[in-house]
T-cell receptor, first 112, second 113 residues
Framework: QKEVEQDPGPLSVPEGAIVSLNCTYS??????FMWYRQYSRKGPELLMY????GNKEDGRFTAQVDKSSKYISLFIRDSQPSDSATYLC????????????FGKGTLLTVNP | KAGVTQTPRYLIKTRGQQVTLSCSPI?????VSWYQQTPGQGLQFLFE???????NKGNFPGRFSGRQFSNSRSEMNVSTLELGDSALYLC????????????FGPGTRLTVT
């Protein structure tokens, strides 16, 4: 079983839809959770960085963490064609282990 | 503030050759991490450098190595290239690693023929 599981999609939605992206993880040592957006032929761009269980909102984006279920989500409200990209979840343990462990990414297309 | 830069952006090499990739972090950032991204395996951690010392290492063979210079710039070297090394190599910088946010460069796309 992979440490981080993410549905690769592809996911296609109409403009204005609410998008829900999810990851599950198996290792309870993960304490810090991130969402990155990667456009084609570009490097990943950090969208959200959370620690505690609960919700964190930034503009149209909401990150949700449920540590008891080992489940994280990213919601995109009022989706735009410019949101079309691959969305990657990433996680980090505490302590001195600094590497990020990524999901494989979900390809999202928002249709005008 | 300039972002993370990586050179070259594209490389084509032949099996058995070696390659060196370069990464310049965001000014003031002292931690540089390297990742390999492939369609099959996704993004996988290679190693992390801080103050010219390798601090963390992923599960890659010894053909993959790196170093960091006193100005925090980093290089990654792959020797005896194999077809399976074809990938997008990404570097990410952060202030001091640990729990700091990591910012990625655009990557170097390596094709091994």
């Amino acid at each position: 079983q992979k440490e981080v599981e993410q549905d690769p999609g592809p996911l296609s939605v109409p403009e204005g839809a609410i998008v829900s992206l999810n990851c599950t993880y198996s290792n309870s040592a993960f304490q810090y959770f991130m969402w990155y957006r990667q456009y084609s032929r570009k490097g990943p761009e950090l969208l959200m960085y959370t620690y505690s269980s609960g919700n964190k909102e930034d503009g149209r984006f909401t990150a949700q963490v449920d540590k008891s279920s080992k489940y994280i989500s990213l919601f995109i409200r009022d989706s735009q064609p410019s949101d079309s990209a691959t969305y990657l979840c990433a996680m980090k343990r505490g302590g001195s282990n600094y590497k990020l462990t990524f999901g494989k990414g979900t390809l999202l297309t928002v249709n005008p | 503030k300039a972002g993370v830069t990586q050179t070259p952006r594209y490389l084509i090499k032949t099996r058995g050759q070696q390659v060196t990739l370069s990464c310049s972090p965001i000014s003031g950032h002292r931690s540089v991490s390297w990742y390999q991204q492939t369609p099959g395996q996704g993004l996988q951690f290679l190693f992390e450098y801080f103050s010219e010392t390798q601090r963390n290492k992923g599960n890659f063979p010894g053909r993959f190595s790196g170093r960091q210079f006193s100005n925090s710039r980093s290089e990654m070297n792959v020797s005896t290239l194999e077809l399976g090394d074809s990938a997008l190599y990404l570097c990410a910088s952060s202030l001091s690693g640990g729990l700091d946010e990591q910012y990625f460069g655009p990557g170097t796309r390596l094709t091994v023929t």
